[in-house]
């Protein structure tokens, strides 16, 4: 029986886990990558003996990539190693309050309590509702198709639905954890699960509540390697199960036949296959190699998510009051949000995201340094983005910096990167440098986002971080397996 060919476009970790799907199925997978390595937004840089990754940051579900690695071989053949955060973030306010984050939920409540005053049994019921919510939920919106969505409740039993039937979805994000706690620091402290898909907590479903239940309830890890070793992990998996690759191969059209996509056009050649899966942005498809095809709604006039301003610091020293994860919160959260989605303005009194992997990773910097990766969110758009745009974002990193930690960075750093929603845009493919593709700011978010399969054409599917579930690795790696199923069906 002749073997049945598949074109990937793409290789983010959307990408790289369908190509391992979908070659451990028995199709001859060939994926078109425009960049010189895989990744997508999952890269690496190094500089004057540091090492940074330049993407998702946060690992949590670390059992999504193990089972992938596992498909077609035996575990004796897997390399990729990672460990559990024995402190998942650390957080601190403009009043001199640090708030760390131990691995166990009960720990967490009863740090929470000392430094808050919030009883630790708010946080325990929070944290349960959360994990029940996302039990009854996680096979219908996560790991399955949304046109599946229906048939899956009729398979459920009414209690296993029971948490989801007592979500308000039209009550925000924060308008549920102003009622569940009375902190106004623990209240930042939850809404801020709404940065993961790029949306605002003043506006999101209170849905995404449960998003926390990854972090406080299953946990969260680190590659004994960094983040670029889980790219690498899979990159090698799909080599070994004949995967093959191009590089530097810019897709520039997909030609249509009735209800199928025939040819796939590069620079060089025209491809034929029998299945096509984008793991582009597919504003960004839509807009380029798919123009000619019929654009969906949620693409003409997309509600994108945020986009980013990360500079990528080696410092002279190290500083023992900071965690591999960290957070600076501002002094007026609303305001932020107005800032990033109302006014399109950067905000002057920005959260400041530290991630140093060299905490973990003694190699990511020389030794006595690290190496900071410092993120504030940013409007989607790439027209304001200029020196001075990205001056000011760096001056109120600097006065957060040393309002908050009493650290005057601008003495301390020896080399600097800077990545913006116009670098995103170029080297990512995101629309407009958004992080996430659309953001999730209506309840109607995550029925509207672009689904896994086309509707119209019947080989022709999609994947990564733009579409259905979402974005970050863990939803990544869902669509990736919801593909996977797709096409297993064809």
């Not at 509702?129 to 039990?135: E, V």
């Not at 623990?186 to 926390?212: E, H, W």
């Amino acid at each position: 029986m002749k073997q049945k060919k598949c074109i990937i476009i793409g290789a983010g970790i959307g990408g790289l886990a369908t190509s391992v799907r979908l070659a451990a199925l028995g199709y001859e997978v060939l994926v078109l990558e425009k960049n010189r390595l895989p990744g997508g937004k999952m890269q690496q840089i190094e500089r004057d003996g540091f090492r940074f990754d330049t993407g998702p940051s946060l690992f949590t579900l670390p059992h999504l990539v193990t089972d992938l690695l596992a498909l077609g071989s035996t575990p004796s053949d897997l390399t990729f190693k990672f460990n559990k955060l024995k402190n998942v973030c650390r957080y601190f306010y403009d009043d001199g309050t640090i708030i760390n984050v131990p691995e166990k939920p009960e720990d967490f409540a009863r740090e929470i309590e000392i430094k808050t005053g919030e009883p630790a049994a708010n946080i325990l019921n929070y944290l349960k509702t959360a994990n029940d919510r996302y039990q009854s939920s996680a096979d219908l919106f996560i790991f399955n198709p949304l046109k599946n969505i229906i048939s899956s409740v009729r398979n459920k039993k009414p209690k296993e639905l029971k948490p989801m039937l007592k979500v308000k979805p039209l009550r925000t994000m924060h308008k549920e954890n102003q009622i569940s706690f009375r902190s106004p620091q623990v209240i930042q402290i939850f809404d801020r699960y709404a940065t993961y898909n790029g949306s605002s907590p003043y506006k999101a479903s209170s849905m995404l509540n449960m998003i926390s239940h990854l972090e406080h309830n299953e946990g969260a890890f680190f590659p004994e390697k960094g983040m670029y070793s889980i790219v690498e992990a899979i990159f090698h998996k799909a080599l070994s199960l004949g995967v093959k690759f191009q590089f530097d191969t810019v897709v520039n059209n997909l030609i249509s036949e009735k209800n199928r996509i025939t040819k796939v056009i590069t620079g060089n050649d025209e491809l034929n296959a029998d299945v096509v899966v984008s793991d582009m942005d597919v504003n960004m498809l839509y807009r380029g190699p798919a123009k000619k095809l019929k654009m969906p709604g949620s693409v003409k006039k997309p509600d994108l998510s945020s986009s980013a301003i990360i500079f990528y610091w080696g410092m002279k020293q190290s500083f023992p009051q900071l965690d591999v994860h960290n957070i600076l919160f501002s002094g007026d959260y609303q305001r932020e949000f107005q800032s990033i989605f109302k006014d399109h303005q950067l905000s002057n009194d920005p959260t400041v995201y530290i991630f140093i992997s060299s905490k973990i990773v003694k190699a990511d910097a020389p030794e006595g340094k690290e190496n900071w990766f410092v993120m504030i969110n940013v409007p989607p758009g790439t027209e304001k983005v200029n020196q001075k745009w990205i001056d000011q974002a760096r001056e109120n990193i600097f006065k957060k910096i040393h309002r908050t930690l009493k650290i005057n960075p601008r003495e301390k750093i020896l080399c600097e990167e800077i990545a913006t929603s116009k670098t995103i845009e170029r080297n990512t493919g995101s629309w407009k440098g958004a992080l996430y593709g659309n953001n999730s700011n209506s309840i109607w978010s995550a029925f509207l986002r672009h689904q896994n399969k086309s509707g119209k054409y019947n080989n022709l599917f999609f994947t990564g971080g733009s579409v259905h579930p979402g974005g970050g690795i863990p939803l990544c790696l869902a669509s990736a397996a919801i593909v996977g199923k797709e096409i297993e069906q064809l």
